[in-house]
Protein backbone atom coordinates (compact mmCIF):
# COMPACT_ATOMS: atom_id res chain seq x y z
CA UNK A 1 0.00 0.00 0.00
CA UNK A 2 1.23 3.21 -0.84
CA UNK A 3 2.58 5.19 2.27
CA UNK A 4 0.95 8.85 3.48
CA UNK A 5 -2.42 7.53 0.65
CA UNK A 6 -5.63 8.43 2.28
CA UNK A 7 -6.83 4.94 3.22
CA UNK A 8 -2.78 5.11 5.28
CA UNK A 9 -3.64 7.91 6.66
CA UNK A 10 -7.43 6.92 7.95
CA UNK A 11 -5.13 3.62 9.45
CA UNK A 12 -2.99 5.93 11.14
CA UNK A 13 -6.28 7.97 12.68
CA UNK A 14 -8.15 5.20 13.65
CA UNK A 15 -5.24 3.32 15.44
CA UNK A 16 -4.50 6.29 17.39
CA UNK A 17 -8.19 6.85 18.01
CA UNK A 18 -8.12 3.39 19.11
CA UNK A 19 -5.28 3.40 21.36
CA UNK A 20 -6.66 6.43 22.96
CA UNK A 21 -10.32 4.57 23.62
CA UNK A 22 -8.39 1.54 24.82
CA UNK A 23 -6.27 3.63 27.72
CA UNK A 24 -9.60 5.63 28.53
CA UNK A 25 -11.08 2.25 28.99
CA UNK A 26 -8.60 1.40 31.19
CA UNK A 27 -8.54 4.69 34.05
CA UNK A 28 -9.46 3.79 37.75
CA UNK A 29 -12.21 6.00 39.32
CA UNK A 30 -9.46 8.57 41.01
CA UNK A 31 -7.93 9.64 37.81
CA UNK A 32 -4.92 6.97 37.95
CA UNK A 33 -3.92 4.94 35.16
CA UNK A 34 -1.72 1.73 36.28
CA UNK A 35 -0.52 -1.80 34.98
CA UNK A 36 1.70 -4.16 36.13
CA UNK A 37 4.99 -4.58 36.55
CA UNK A 38 6.25 -8.05 35.52
CA UNK A 39 9.60 -9.38 36.46
CA UNK A 40 11.56 -12.71 37.12
CA UNK A 41 10.02 -15.40 39.71
CA UNK A 42 12.29 -14.94 42.35
CA UNK A 43 9.54 -11.69 44.03
CA UNK A 44 7.26 -14.28 44.17
CA UNK A 45 9.18 -16.79 45.97
CA UNK A 46 10.94 -14.65 48.82
CA UNK A 47 7.52 -13.63 49.10
CA UNK A 48 6.64 -16.89 49.86
CA UNK A 49 9.39 -17.78 51.84
CA UNK A 50 8.84 -14.67 54.10
CA UNK A 51 5.25 -16.00 54.53
CA UNK A 52 6.47 -19.33 55.42
CA UNK A 53 8.93 -17.66 57.67
CA UNK A 54 6.23 -16.28 59.23
CA UNK A 55 3.94 -19.01 59.51
CA UNK A 56 1.51 -16.89 57.57
CA UNK A 57 1.05 -18.89 54.38
CA UNK A 58 -1.90 -20.51 55.02
CA UNK A 59 -3.90 -17.32 55.44
CA UNK A 60 -3.38 -16.76 51.70
CA UNK A 61 -3.74 -19.04 48.38
CA UNK A 62 -0.01 -19.61 48.38
CA UNK A 63 -0.34 -22.65 46.64
CA UNK A 64 -1.35 -21.24 43.16
CA UNK A 65 2.31 -19.70 43.03
CA UNK A 66 3.17 -23.56 41.86
CA UNK A 67 0.87 -22.91 38.61
CA UNK A 68 2.69 -19.61 38.62
CA UNK A 69 6.43 -21.21 38.65
CA UNK A 70 5.71 -24.36 36.29
CA UNK A 71 3.92 -21.70 33.68
CA UNK A 72 7.46 -19.61 33.71
CA UNK A 73 10.03 -22.73 33.57
CA UNK A 74 11.48 -22.56 30.14
CA UNK A 75 12.31 -25.05 27.79
CA UNK A 76 15.81 -25.41 29.20
CA UNK A 77 14.66 -26.16 32.61
CA UNK A 78 15.65 -22.93 34.37
CA UNK A 79 13.62 -20.11 34.87
CA UNK A 80 14.61 -16.67 32.99
CA UNK A 81 15.32 -13.33 34.16
CA UNK A 82 14.39 -11.90 31.26
CA UNK A 83 11.94 -13.70 28.32
CA UNK A 84 14.55 -15.52 26.55
CA UNK A 85 17.51 -15.77 28.09
CA UNK A 86 16.98 -19.52 28.61
CA UNK A 87 17.42 -19.78 32.10
CA UNK A 88 19.34 -17.90 34.25
CA UNK A 89 21.04 -19.99 37.22
CA UNK A 90 20.55 -17.43 40.58
CA UNK A 91 16.81 -17.22 39.62
CA UNK A 92 16.14 -21.11 38.27
CA UNK A 93 17.98 -22.39 42.24
CA UNK A 94 14.93 -20.17 43.75
CA UNK A 95 12.42 -20.74 41.70
CA UNK A 96 13.03 -24.78 42.79
CA UNK A 97 13.09 -23.65 46.17
CA UNK A 98 9.89 -22.47 46.25
CA UNK A 99 8.18 -25.28 44.18
CA UNK A 100 9.91 -27.26 47.30
CA UNK A 101 8.50 -25.26 49.85
CA UNK A 102 4.91 -25.78 48.13
CA UNK A 103 5.43 -29.47 48.82
CA UNK A 104 6.58 -30.53 44.96
CA UNK A 105 8.64 -33.73 45.71
CA UNK A 106 11.89 -33.69 43.89
CA UNK A 107 11.48 -36.77 41.80
CA UNK A 108 8.84 -34.36 40.08
CA UNK A 109 9.36 -34.42 36.20
CA UNK A 110 9.83 -30.70 36.39
CA UNK A 111 12.31 -30.35 39.24
CA UNK A 112 14.62 -32.92 37.79
CA UNK A 113 14.47 -31.16 34.49
CA UNK A 114 15.50 -27.85 36.81
CA UNK A 115 18.46 -29.88 38.87
CA UNK A 116 20.13 -31.01 35.50
CA UNK A 117 19.70 -27.01 34.50
CA UNK A 118 21.29 -25.95 37.89
CA UNK A 119 24.34 -28.80 38.05
CA UNK A 120 25.40 -28.05 34.31
CA UNK A 121 25.87 -24.43 35.61
CA UNK A 122 27.29 -24.95 39.19
CA UNK A 123 24.78 -25.59 41.19
CA UNK A 124 24.24 -23.21 44.48
CA UNK A 125 27.88 -22.54 45.19
CA UNK A 126 28.06 -20.54 41.47
CA UNK A 127 24.56 -18.46 42.67
CA UNK A 128 24.33 -14.95 44.15
CA UNK A 129 25.14 -13.87 47.29
CA UNK A 130 21.29 -12.88 47.71
CA UNK A 131 20.24 -16.62 46.89
CA UNK A 132 22.51 -17.72 49.08
CA UNK A 133 20.68 -15.85 51.49
CA UNK A 134 17.31 -16.87 51.11
CA UNK A 135 18.73 -20.48 51.02
CA UNK A 136 20.52 -19.69 54.72
CA UNK A 137 17.47 -18.84 56.33
CA UNK A 138 15.88 -22.27 56.00
CA UNK A 139 19.16 -24.47 56.33
CA UNK A 140 20.19 -25.03 52.98
CA UNK A 141 23.43 -22.94 52.93
CA UNK A 142 25.98 -22.24 55.67
CA UNK A 143 25.60 -18.17 56.92
CA UNK A 144 29.65 -18.39 56.74
CA UNK A 145 29.25 -18.09 53.54
CA UNK A 146 27.92 -15.03 53.36
CA UNK A 147 29.30 -11.79 53.86
CA UNK A 148 29.10 -9.98 57.31
CA UNK A 149 27.04 -6.78 57.23
CA UNK A 150 28.28 -4.75 60.79
CA UNK A 151 24.88 -3.29 62.73
CA UNK A 152 27.26 -0.33 63.82
CA UNK A 153 27.12 0.87 59.68
CA UNK A 154 23.98 2.82 60.54
CA UNK A 155 25.96 4.95 62.50
CA UNK A 156 28.06 6.02 59.44
CA UNK A 157 27.10 9.28 58.21
CA UNK A 158 29.05 11.92 56.03
CA UNK A 159 31.66 13.15 55.76
CA UNK A 160 32.54 9.22 56.78
CA UNK A 161 34.41 7.19 54.00
CA UNK A 162 31.56 5.18 53.79
CA UNK A 163 27.79 5.68 54.76
CA UNK A 164 24.70 3.86 53.91
CA UNK A 165 24.19 7.81 52.66
CA UNK A 166 26.44 6.68 49.89
CA UNK A 167 24.69 3.29 48.71
CA UNK A 168 21.47 3.89 46.37
CA UNK A 169 17.98 4.58 47.90
CA UNK A 170 16.68 0.71 46.89
CA UNK A 171 20.46 -0.85 48.56
CA UNK A 172 20.18 1.68 51.46
CA UNK A 173 16.52 0.31 52.69
CA UNK A 174 17.05 -3.22 51.70
CA UNK A 175 20.80 -2.97 53.64
CA UNK A 176 19.27 -1.58 56.95
CA UNK A 177 17.45 -4.34 57.68
CA UNK A 178 20.12 -6.97 56.57
CA UNK A 179 22.23 -5.40 59.00
CA UNK A 180 20.19 -7.28 61.60
CA UNK A 181 19.39 -10.44 60.11
CA UNK A 182 22.83 -10.61 59.16
CA UNK A 183 23.64 -10.01 62.38
CA UNK A 184 21.38 -12.17 63.65
CA UNK A 185 22.17 -15.13 60.96
CA UNK A 186 18.14 -16.54 62.21
CA UNK A 187 17.78 -20.41 61.04
CA UNK A 188 13.54 -21.08 60.44
CA UNK A 189 12.20 -24.53 60.49
CA UNK A 190 9.77 -24.74 57.59
CA UNK A 191 6.53 -26.70 56.91
CA UNK A 192 7.43 -28.49 54.36
CA UNK A 193 10.64 -28.77 55.61
CA UNK A 194 13.53 -28.90 52.79
CA UNK A 195 17.02 -29.76 52.02
CA UNK A 196 18.77 -29.13 48.90
CA UNK A 197 21.80 -30.91 49.04
CA UNK A 198 21.12 -32.23 45.79
CA UNK A 199 21.77 -28.54 44.20
CA UNK A 200 25.47 -28.70 45.02
CA UNK A 201 27.52 -30.06 42.19
CA UNK A 202 30.63 -30.40 43.60
CA UNK A 203 28.23 -32.99 46.68
CA UNK A 204 27.12 -31.46 49.82
CA UNK A 205 30.04 -32.70 51.89
CA UNK A 206 32.18 -30.90 49.65
CA UNK A 207 31.10 -27.55 49.78
CA UNK A 208 33.57 -24.14 51.12
CA UNK A 209 31.49 -21.73 52.57
CA UNK A 210 33.36 -18.37 51.51
CA UNK A 211 33.54 -15.63 49.13
CA UNK A 212 34.50 -15.77 45.85
CA UNK A 213 37.79 -14.04 45.18
CA UNK A 214 38.77 -11.93 42.27
CA UNK A 215 42.23 -12.35 42.36
CA UNK A 216 42.98 -8.99 42.81
CA UNK A 217 42.98 -5.21 44.72
CA UNK A 218 39.33 -6.30 45.70
CA UNK A 219 40.17 -9.30 47.59
CA UNK A 220 40.32 -6.62 50.43
CA UNK A 221 37.20 -6.76 50.97
CA UNK A 222 37.15 -10.55 52.00
CA UNK A 223 39.90 -9.98 53.64
CA UNK A 224 38.11 -7.53 55.63
CA UNK A 225 34.73 -9.71 55.97
CA UNK A 226 37.59 -12.34 57.61
CA UNK A 227 38.09 -9.87 60.17
CA UNK A 228 34.13 -9.60 60.80
CA UNK A 229 33.68 -12.79 61.28
CA UNK A 230 35.89 -13.10 64.02
CA UNK A 231 35.29 -10.98 65.34
CA UNK A 232 31.63 -11.78 65.92
CA UNK A 233 32.97 -15.61 66.50
CA UNK A 234 34.66 -13.76 69.70
CA UNK A 235 31.92 -11.11 70.50
CA UNK A 236 33.94 -8.53 69.89
CA UNK A 237 31.71 -6.45 67.18
CA UNK A 238 31.83 -2.98 68.69
CA UNK A 239 28.71 -1.36 69.12
CA UNK A 240 26.60 -4.30 68.48
CA UNK A 241 23.62 -3.59 70.33
CA UNK A 242 23.10 -0.17 69.99
CA UNK A 243 23.65 -0.35 66.27
CA UNK A 244 21.10 -3.46 66.11
CA UNK A 245 18.60 -0.60 68.12
CA UNK A 246 19.82 2.14 65.91
CA UNK A 247 18.73 -0.22 62.94
CA UNK A 248 15.16 -1.26 64.37
CA UNK A 249 14.62 2.50 64.76
CA UNK A 250 15.88 3.26 61.05
CA UNK A 251 13.04 0.88 59.64
CA UNK A 252 10.26 1.71 61.92
CA UNK A 253 10.51 5.43 61.36
CA UNK A 254 10.45 4.59 57.95
CA UNK A 255 7.36 2.62 57.54
CA UNK A 256 4.58 4.42 55.55
CA UNK A 257 1.35 4.34 57.22
CA UNK A 258 0.61 1.98 54.62
CA UNK A 259 2.73 -0.41 55.83
CA UNK A 260 5.58 -0.23 52.87
CA UNK A 261 9.48 0.46 52.96
CA UNK A 262 10.88 2.04 49.99
CA UNK A 263 7.98 1.05 47.79
CA UNK A 264 10.27 -1.98 46.57
CA UNK A 265 9.39 -5.55 47.66
CA UNK A 266 13.25 -6.12 48.24
CA UNK A 267 12.98 -3.69 51.29
CA UNK A 268 9.78 -4.46 52.48
CA UNK A 269 11.08 -8.40 52.51
CA UNK A 270 14.10 -7.39 54.42
CA UNK A 271 12.55 -5.42 56.65
CA UNK A 272 9.75 -7.68 57.61
CA UNK A 273 12.92 -10.83 58.05
CA UNK A 274 14.62 -7.83 60.31
CA UNK A 275 11.27 -7.39 62.38
CA UNK A 276 11.22 -11.47 62.19
CA UNK A 277 14.42 -11.66 63.75
CA UNK A 278 13.75 -9.26 66.47
CA UNK A 279 11.04 -11.53 67.44
CA UNK A 280 8.21 -9.33 67.05
CA UNK A 281 4.64 -10.86 66.91
CA UNK A 282 2.83 -11.40 64.23
CA UNK A 283 -0.03 -9.20 65.34
CA UNK A 284 1.65 -6.64 65.65
CA UNK A 285 0.65 -3.65 64.01
CA UNK A 286 4.24 -2.53 62.32
CA UNK A 287 4.45 -6.17 61.06
CA UNK A 288 0.47 -6.31 60.31
CA UNK A 289 0.50 -3.25 57.98
CA UNK A 290 3.95 -4.68 56.59
CA UNK A 291 1.75 -7.59 55.20
CA UNK A 292 -0.94 -5.59 53.89
CA UNK A 293 1.24 -3.46 52.18
CA UNK A 294 2.91 -7.15 50.41
CA UNK A 295 -0.54 -8.10 49.39
CA UNK A 296 -1.47 -4.89 47.51
CA UNK A 297 1.85 -5.79 45.48
CA UNK A 298 -0.11 -9.24 44.65
CA UNK A 299 -1.66 -10.20 41.48
CA UNK A 300 -4.22 -12.97 41.57
CA UNK A 301 -6.57 -15.06 39.43
CA UNK A 302 -8.23 -18.37 39.39
CA UNK A 303 -5.13 -20.20 38.79
CA UNK A 304 -2.07 -18.00 39.76
CA UNK A 305 -0.82 -15.81 42.48
CA UNK A 306 2.37 -13.52 41.72
CA UNK A 307 4.16 -10.68 43.12
CA UNK A 308 5.10 -7.39 41.42
CA UNK A 309 8.86 -6.53 42.49
CA UNK A 310 7.06 -2.37 42.23
CA UNK A 311 3.71 -0.33 41.07
CA UNK A 312 3.96 2.31 38.96
CA UNK A 313 0.82 4.27 39.10
CA UNK A 314 2.74 8.14 39.28
CA UNK A 315 4.73 6.88 36.32
CA UNK A 316 2.27 5.73 34.36
CA UNK A 317 -0.45 8.21 35.16
CA UNK A 318 1.71 10.87 33.49
CA UNK A 319 2.68 8.80 30.45
CA UNK A 320 -0.60 8.19 29.60
CA UNK A 321 -1.31 11.91 30.12
CA UNK A 322 1.26 12.76 27.64
CA UNK A 323 0.15 10.24 25.24
CA UNK A 324 -3.29 11.49 24.68
CA UNK A 325 -2.36 15.24 24.92
CA UNK A 326 0.46 14.28 22.15
CA UNK A 327 -2.12 12.41 20.33
CA UNK A 328 -4.71 15.02 20.10
CA UNK A 329 -7.14 14.99 23.10
CA UNK A 330 -7.95 18.34 24.43
CA UNK A 331 -5.67 19.64 27.74
CA UNK A 332 -8.77 20.53 29.74
CA UNK A 333 -10.74 16.99 28.55
CA UNK A 334 -12.02 16.12 31.87
CA UNK A 335 -10.03 12.50 32.08
CA UNK A 336 -6.72 14.04 31.53
CA UNK A 337 -7.89 17.12 34.08
CA UNK A 338 -8.52 14.30 36.76
CA UNK A 339 -5.40 12.34 36.05
CA UNK A 340 -3.86 16.03 36.49
CA UNK A 341 -5.46 16.58 39.70
CA UNK A 342 -4.75 12.83 41.25
CA UNK A 343 -1.03 14.13 40.03
CA UNK A 344 -1.22 17.06 42.44
CA UNK A 345 -2.19 15.33 45.20
CA UNK A 346 0.78 12.97 45.09
CA UNK A 347 3.56 15.41 45.51
CA UNK A 348 5.86 14.86 48.26
CA UNK A 349 6.22 17.35 50.50
CA UNK A 350 7.98 15.32 53.12
CA UNK A 351 11.91 16.07 53.60
CA UNK A 352 13.61 12.22 52.75
CA UNK A 353 16.75 10.19 52.89
CA UNK A 354 17.84 12.86 50.21
CA UNK A 355 18.07 15.42 52.81
CA UNK A 356 21.48 13.72 54.18
CA UNK A 357 23.21 14.88 51.14
CA UNK A 358 21.16 18.09 49.81
CA UNK A 359 20.62 19.75 53.06
CA UNK A 360 19.81 23.12 50.86
CA UNK A 361 16.90 21.44 49.24
CA UNK A 362 13.13 21.51 49.32
CA UNK A 363 10.68 18.84 49.20
CA UNK A 364 8.45 19.22 46.14
CA UNK A 365 9.14 15.72 43.90
CA UNK A 366 7.11 12.74 43.05
CA UNK A 367 7.79 9.08 43.44
CA UNK A 368 6.75 5.95 41.43
CA UNK A 369 4.72 4.31 43.82
CA UNK A 370 1.43 5.41 45.32
CA UNK A 371 2.98 6.17 48.68
CA UNK A 372 6.82 6.61 48.93
CA UNK A 373 7.50 9.78 51.12
CA UNK A 374 11.16 9.06 51.97
CA UNK A 375 12.20 8.41 48.04
CA UNK A 376 10.63 10.75 45.54
CA UNK A 377 12.64 10.42 42.10
CA UNK A 378 13.74 12.82 39.81
CA UNK A 379 12.43 10.91 36.75
CA UNK A 380 8.94 10.48 37.40
CA UNK A 381 9.03 14.39 38.66
CA UNK A 382 10.81 15.92 35.28
CA UNK A 383 7.63 13.38 33.78
CA UNK A 384 5.34 14.66 35.90
CA UNK A 385 5.92 18.17 35.40
CA UNK A 386 5.97 17.96 31.67
CA UNK A 387 2.37 16.30 31.99
CA UNK A 388 1.31 19.11 34.13
CA UNK A 389 2.77 21.44 31.99
CA UNK A 390 0.59 19.88 28.98
CA UNK A 391 -2.91 20.00 30.71
CA UNK A 392 -4.86 22.94 31.65
CA UNK A 393 -6.24 22.80 35.08
CA UNK A 394 -8.69 24.86 36.79
CA UNK A 395 -6.22 24.67 39.66
CA UNK A 396 -4.27 26.80 37.78
CA UNK A 397 -2.00 28.92 40.11
CA UNK A 398 -1.85 25.39 42.35
CA UNK A 399 -0.16 23.63 39.36
CA UNK A 400 1.89 26.28 38.80
CA UNK A 401 3.46 26.22 42.36
CA UNK A 402 3.80 22.74 42.61
CA UNK A 403 5.68 22.59 39.47
CA UNK A 404 7.95 25.57 40.90
CA UNK A 405 8.38 23.27 43.94
CA UNK A 406 9.26 20.25 41.88
CA UNK A 407 11.98 22.38 39.60
CA UNK A 408 13.69 24.11 42.73
CA UNK A 409 14.02 20.35 44.25
CA UNK A 410 15.63 19.15 40.57
CA UNK A 411 17.94 21.60 40.52
CA UNK A 412 19.37 21.06 44.24
CA UNK A 413 19.72 17.35 43.06
CA UNK A 414 22.22 18.03 40.41
CA UNK A 415 25.35 15.82 40.54
CA UNK A 416 28.82 17.21 40.88
CA UNK A 417 29.12 15.89 37.12
CA UNK A 418 26.36 18.00 35.45
CA UNK A 419 23.81 15.06 35.06
CA UNK A 420 21.10 13.92 37.20
CA UNK A 421 20.87 10.63 39.07
CA UNK A 422 17.84 8.81 40.07
CA UNK A 423 17.07 9.06 43.82
CA UNK A 424 20.13 10.79 44.97
CA UNK A 425 22.52 13.58 44.47
CA UNK A 426 26.68 12.17 43.98
CA UNK A 427 25.84 8.75 44.86
CA UNK A 428 28.91 7.45 42.63
CA UNK A 429 31.65 5.83 45.08
CA UNK A 430 32.20 3.21 42.44
CA UNK A 431 34.00 1.00 45.29
CA UNK A 432 30.82 0.00 47.07
CA UNK A 433 29.77 -2.11 43.73
CA UNK A 434 32.95 -3.80 44.68
CA UNK A 435 32.19 -5.22 48.32
CA UNK A 436 31.18 -9.00 48.12
CA UNK A 437 27.47 -8.15 49.22
CA UNK A 438 27.18 -6.27 45.62
CA UNK A 439 27.29 -8.74 43.41
CA UNK A 440 24.10 -7.21 41.44
CA UNK A 441 26.78 -4.30 40.81
CA UNK A 442 23.70 -1.64 41.58
CA UNK A 443 25.02 -0.09 44.99
CA UNK A 444 25.11 2.99 43.67
CA UNK A 445 23.11 5.58 41.67
CA UNK A 446 25.27 7.82 39.35
CA UNK A 447 23.97 10.83 37.32
CA UNK A 448 23.17 8.77 33.81
CA UNK A 449 21.88 10.14 30.42
CA UNK A 450 19.00 8.64 30.34
CA UNK A 451 17.63 10.84 33.28
CA UNK A 452 19.71 13.85 32.97
CA UNK A 453 17.82 13.94 29.30
CA UNK A 454 14.75 13.71 30.86
CA UNK A 455 15.30 16.71 33.06
CA UNK A 456 16.38 18.92 30.44
CA UNK A 457 13.45 17.83 28.14
CA UNK A 458 11.23 19.26 31.24
CA UNK A 459 13.17 22.80 31.22
CA UNK A 460 12.33 22.48 27.40
CA UNK A 461 8.24 22.51 27.98
CA UNK A 462 8.08 24.92 31.13
CA UNK A 463 6.79 27.91 30.45
CA UNK A 464 8.78 30.73 30.12
CA UNK A 465 7.31 32.50 32.88
CA UNK A 466 7.43 29.46 34.83
CA UNK A 467 10.43 29.58 37.52
CA UNK A 468 13.08 27.07 36.18
CA UNK A 469 16.16 25.82 36.71
CA UNK A 470 19.11 28.28 36.10
CA UNK A 471 21.23 28.48 32.94
CA UNK A 472 24.29 27.45 34.22
CA UNK A 473 22.87 24.21 35.85
CA UNK A 474 21.48 23.94 31.93
CA UNK A 475 24.91 24.69 30.56
CA UNK A 476 26.63 21.91 32.86
CA UNK A 477 23.89 19.20 32.08
CA UNK A 478 24.31 19.30 28.29
CA UNK A 479 27.82 19.10 28.73
CA UNK A 480 27.62 15.77 30.79
CA UNK A 481 24.73 14.62 28.18
CA UNK A 482 27.11 15.32 24.86
CA UNK A 483 30.53 13.75 26.78
CA UNK A 484 27.71 10.79 27.10
CA UNK A 485 27.60 10.00 23.54
CA UNK A 486 29.06 6.63 22.48
CA UNK A 487 31.14 6.71 19.70
CA UNK A 488 28.83 5.18 17.16
CA UNK A 489 26.19 8.18 18.31
CA UNK A 490 24.17 6.36 20.61
CA UNK A 491 23.25 6.97 23.95
CA UNK A 492 23.26 4.45 27.21
CA UNK A 493 19.89 4.04 28.55
CA UNK A 494 20.13 2.74 32.11
CA UNK A 495 16.25 2.93 33.50
CA UNK A 496 15.05 1.01 29.66
CA UNK A 497 16.45 -1.55 27.45
CA UNK A 498 18.64 0.40 26.21
CA UNK A 499 20.65 2.26 23.39
CA UNK A 500 17.37 2.97 21.99
CA UNK A 501 15.65 3.89 24.86
CA UNK A 502 18.92 6.25 26.09
CA UNK A 503 18.98 7.78 22.53
CA UNK A 504 15.39 8.47 22.44
CA UNK A 505 15.39 10.25 25.43
CA UNK A 506 18.30 12.13 24.91
CA UNK A 507 17.21 13.40 21.21
CA UNK A 508 14.37 14.78 22.59
CA UNK A 509 16.10 16.80 25.68
CA UNK A 510 18.59 18.45 23.05
CA UNK A 511 15.95 18.99 20.02
CA UNK A 512 13.96 21.45 22.92
CA UNK A 513 16.81 22.87 24.42
CA UNK A 514 19.95 23.13 22.48
CA UNK A 515 19.10 21.91 18.82
CA UNK A 516 22.26 24.52 17.02
CA UNK A 517 24.15 23.70 19.77
CA UNK A 518 24.00 19.95 19.29
CA UNK A 519 23.42 19.81 15.63
CA UNK A 520 26.04 17.04 15.26
CA UNK A 521 25.28 15.12 18.17
CA UNK A 522 21.66 15.14 17.22
CA UNK A 523 22.04 14.04 13.17
CA UNK A 524 24.84 11.40 14.65
CA UNK A 525 21.94 10.05 17.22
CA UNK A 526 19.18 9.99 14.31
CA UNK A 527 21.86 8.03 12.28
CA UNK A 528 22.44 5.84 14.71
CA UNK A 529 18.87 4.82 14.92
CA UNK A 530 17.95 5.13 11.14
CA UNK A 531 20.89 2.48 11.03
CA UNK A 532 19.55 -0.29 13.83
CA UNK A 533 15.88 -0.34 12.02
CA UNK A 534 14.82 -3.85 11.86
CA UNK A 535 13.84 -5.27 7.83
CA UNK A 536 10.25 -5.18 9.46
CA UNK A 537 10.18 -1.54 9.70
CA UNK A 538 10.24 -2.06 13.30
CA UNK A 539 13.20 -1.41 15.93
CA UNK A 540 14.48 -3.77 19.39
CA UNK A 541 17.34 -4.20 21.62
CA UNK A 542 18.04 -6.94 23.32
CA UNK A 543 18.91 -6.58 27.34
CA UNK A 544 22.02 -8.92 26.54
CA UNK A 545 23.26 -5.54 24.37
CA UNK A 546 24.14 -4.25 28.57
CA UNK A 547 26.87 -6.95 28.67
CA UNK A 548 27.74 -7.29 24.51
CA UNK A 549 28.52 -4.15 23.03
CA UNK A 550 27.94 -5.54 19.55
CA UNK A 551 24.51 -6.33 20.36
CA UNK A 552 23.66 -2.50 20.30
CA UNK A 553 20.31 -1.75 18.90
CA UNK A 554 20.11 -4.97 18.00
CA UNK A 555 16.57 -6.95 18.69
CA UNK A 556 13.61 -8.30 17.76
CA UNK A 557 11.02 -5.19 17.13
CA UNK A 558 9.23 -4.24 19.63
CA UNK A 559 6.09 -1.36 20.00
CA UNK A 560 7.75 0.19 22.87
CA UNK A 561 11.42 0.54 21.19
CA UNK A 562 10.10 1.02 17.69
CA UNK A 563 7.86 3.83 19.85
CA UNK A 564 11.25 5.17 21.04
CA UNK A 565 12.87 5.38 18.05
CA UNK A 566 10.40 7.23 16.33
CA UNK A 567 10.18 9.67 19.06
CA UNK A 568 13.96 10.31 18.91
CA UNK A 569 13.97 10.77 15.11
CA UNK A 570 10.94 12.91 15.25
CA UNK A 571 12.94 14.83 17.70
CA UNK A 572 15.91 14.93 15.93
CA UNK A 573 13.98 15.99 12.23
CA UNK A 574 12.29 18.86 14.35
CA UNK A 575 15.70 20.29 15.20
CA UNK A 576 17.40 19.68 12.02
CA UNK A 577 14.79 19.74 9.41
CA UNK A 578 16.53 16.83 8.18
CA UNK A 579 13.38 14.53 8.80
CA UNK A 580 14.05 10.58 7.77
CA UNK A 581 10.70 9.99 6.13
CA UNK A 582 11.34 6.63 4.67
CA UNK A 583 12.00 5.25 7.96
CA UNK A 584 9.77 7.09 9.92
CA UNK A 585 7.03 5.87 7.86
CA UNK A 586 8.35 2.03 7.72
CA UNK A 587 7.90 2.42 11.73
CA UNK A 588 4.62 3.72 11.63
CA UNK A 589 3.57 1.23 9.66
CA UNK A 590 5.02 -1.68 12.10
CA UNK A 591 3.43 -0.29 14.76
CA UNK A 592 -0.32 -0.17 12.55
CA UNK A 593 0.34 -3.35 11.23
CA UNK A 594 0.99 -5.28 14.70
CA UNK A 595 -1.66 -3.05 17.17
CA UNK A 596 -4.69 -5.34 17.36
CA UNK A 597 -8.93 -4.76 17.07
CA UNK A 598 -9.11 -3.20 20.46
CA UNK A 599 -6.31 -0.38 20.18
CA UNK A 600 -4.11 -2.72 22.32
CA UNK A 601 -0.25 -4.00 21.27
CA UNK A 602 1.45 -7.01 22.83
CA UNK A 603 4.86 -7.83 23.74
CA UNK A 604 6.62 -10.60 25.01
CA UNK A 605 10.06 -9.06 25.63
CA UNK A 606 11.42 -7.33 28.93
CA UNK A 607 12.44 -3.20 27.87
CA UNK A 608 11.82 -1.80 31.12
CA UNK A 609 15.58 -1.96 33.34
CA UNK A 610 16.11 -2.20 37.19
CA UNK A 611 19.59 -3.67 37.56
CA UNK A 612 21.41 -3.85 34.00
CA UNK A 613 22.51 -7.35 33.46
CA UNK A 614 20.83 -8.41 36.18
CA UNK A 615 17.29 -7.24 36.80
CA UNK A 616 14.76 -6.39 34.33
CA UNK A 617 11.08 -5.14 34.18
CA UNK A 618 8.09 -5.81 31.77
CA UNK A 619 5.99 -2.89 31.70
CA UNK A 620 2.33 -3.45 30.58
CA UNK A 621 1.86 0.01 29.65
CA UNK A 622 4.88 0.73 27.43
CA UNK A 623 3.67 -0.65 24.85
CA UNK A 624 0.43 1.07 24.95
CA UNK A 625 1.42 4.88 25.75
CA UNK A 626 4.56 4.59 24.11
CA UNK A 627 2.99 4.03 20.49
CA UNK A 628 0.57 6.61 20.73
CA UNK A 629 2.96 9.06 22.00
CA UNK A 630 4.96 8.11 18.05
CA UNK A 631 1.51 7.78 16.13
CA UNK A 632 0.32 11.06 17.71
CA UNK A 633 3.82 12.96 16.91
CA UNK A 634 3.58 11.29 13.69
CA UNK A 635 0.25 12.52 12.93
CA UNK A 636 1.26 15.80 14.09
CA UNK A 637 4.67 16.52 11.65
CA UNK A 638 2.31 15.11 8.69
CA UNK A 639 -0.44 17.93 9.24
CA UNK A 640 2.48 20.39 10.03
CA UNK A 641 4.13 19.24 6.24
CA UNK A 642 0.59 19.59 4.71
Not at 107 to 115: Q, S
Not at 147 to 173: D, G, K, Q
Not at 245 to 256: L, N, S
Not at 392 to 415: G, S, V, Y
Request: proline share 5%.
Amino acid sequence: MQLHSEVWLGRLEEAVAASQRYLLSQQYPEGYWWAELEANVTVTVEVLLLHKIWRTDRLRPLHKIETYLRQQQCESGGWEVFYGDGGDLSTSVEAYLGLRLLGVPAGDPALVKARTFILERGGISKTRIFTKFQLALVDCYNWRGLPSIPPWIVFCHPPFPFSIYEMSSWARCSTVPLAIVFDKKPVYPVEPSVKLDELFAEGSANVRYELPRNNDWSDAFVWLDDAFKFAEDWNLVPLREEGLKAAERWIVERQEATGDWGGIIPAMVNSMLALRSLDYAVDDPIVDRGFQAIDNFVLEDDEVYRVQSCVSPVWDTAWVVRALVDSGMAPDAPEVVAAGRWLLERQILDYGDWRVKNPQGEPGGWAFVFVNRYYPDIDDTAVVVIALEQLCLPEEALKRQAIARATQWIATMQCRAGGWAAYDVDNDSDWLNLLPYSDLKATIDPNTADVTARVLEMVGYLDPQQPGIARERCDRALDYLLDEQESEGCWFGRWGVNYIYGTSGALSALALVAPQRARNAIERGAAWLVGVQNPDGGWGETCRSYEDPTLKGKGVSTASQTAWALIGLLAAGDATGSYAQQFLARGVEYLLGTQLENGRWEEAEFTGTGFPGHFYIRYHYYYQYFPLVALGRYRQFLAERT
